[in-house]
């Protein structure tokens, strides 16, 4: 299998007085039908060219996940009398924002969002 190429159309950028030509401007379009298959050509031949080591970037993969901690706090920050942290729970994907009280230590859930 040969690998894609991609097709050149000129294109000059005029940008403070001076002209830069990019042959490949066109694949910043990401809604070009031709972009896509190129790029869906690109994976293929990708896949074709990897197929042989797919074992052992899986394992690589996996032990990567694996040293992942199952939680991941940040180092409180102040800003003015109350601290900000966050953490992320590796098994919900949810990031918790809190602030809290330096003289109290009371707690409060500023923000949550899933990533």
């Known amino acids: 299998m040969k690998p894609p ?3 050149q159309i000129p294109y000059k950028h005029r940008i403070h007085g001076d002209i830069r030509e990019d042959h490949y401007y066109w694949l910043k379009d990401r809604d070009n039908k031709d ?3 190129y790029l869906e050509e690109e994976n293929q031949y990708y896949d074709h060219i990897l197929e ?5 970037t899986d394992e690589i993969f996996e032990s990567m996940v694996q040293r992942i901690p199952e939680t ?3 180092v409180p920050v102040q800003r003015g009398p109350y601290f900000y942290y966050s953490r992320l729970e590796k098994r919900n ?3 918790y924002s809190r602030g809290r009280l330096q003289q109290t230590g009371n707690s409060w859930i500023k ?3 899933k990533l």
């Open 5 to 7: 190429t991609a097709k």
């Open 35 to 37: 972009v896509i298959n």
């Open 111 to 113: 923000q949550r969002k």
């Open 52 to 56: 042989p080591l797919k074992e052992q």
């Open 72 to 74: 991941e706090e940040r």
């Open 93 to 95: 994907n949810i990031r």
